[in-house]
């Protein structure tokens, strides 16, 4: 599974000219499902996005988890799990089938939903979506259950 985790003030998901998700302060979580993803990956990846200490402090240090007062917006990204190792022309070979990935989707989603007392929002599986944000610093943070140690 692999996660890129972006620090934003506000966040939305359009599909077809609707807002199908949008919240204030927070993060917008992309995730790229793989083959070889199991539950565990999903709650190692929910306890990573939940513990990752970027939000400033009194300080304006970075050393803060999200609050339960912000928000989350998750987004199916199924590109993440595009490889280059020939070529430029991405492969995705990696990715779980959709029918796979929305399983671990929902499951990802109700292990976070769990865990987080905010306003948890989505964009929607398999869709094209519009994405807009506005991000804060910017602080991006890329996790892959695959490869844990960098």
């Not at 506000?10 to 919240?23: F, R």
Request: a neutral charge; hydrophobic letters at 40%; glycine letters at 10%.
């Amino acid at each position: 599974m692999r996660l890129l985790v972006r620090r934003v003030y506000s966040a939305n998901v359009e599909v077809a000219d609707s807002v199908v998700g949008q919240i204030n302060e927070g993060l917008v979580v992309y995730i790229g499902l793989e083959k070889i993803d199991q539950v565990a990956d999903l709650e190692w990846g929910s306890k990573k996005v939940l513990g990752l200490r970027i939000f400033d402090d009194e300080e304006g240090k970075m050393n803060l988890p999200i609050a339960d007062e912000m928000g989350i917006l998750v987004v199916s990204q199924f590109t993440l799990c595009g490889n280059l190792k020939k070529g430029y022309r991405p492969s995705f070979n990696h990715a779980a089938s959709p029918s796979t990935a929305i399983s671990l989707y929902e499951k990802f989603l109700e292990i976070l939903g769990n865990s987080f007392g905010g306003h948890l929002q989505t964009g929607k599986f398999g869709a094209h979506m519009k994405i807009a944000m506005k991000e804060n610093g910017p602080v991006t943070i890329w996790l892959d259950s695959q490869n844990k140690s960098y």
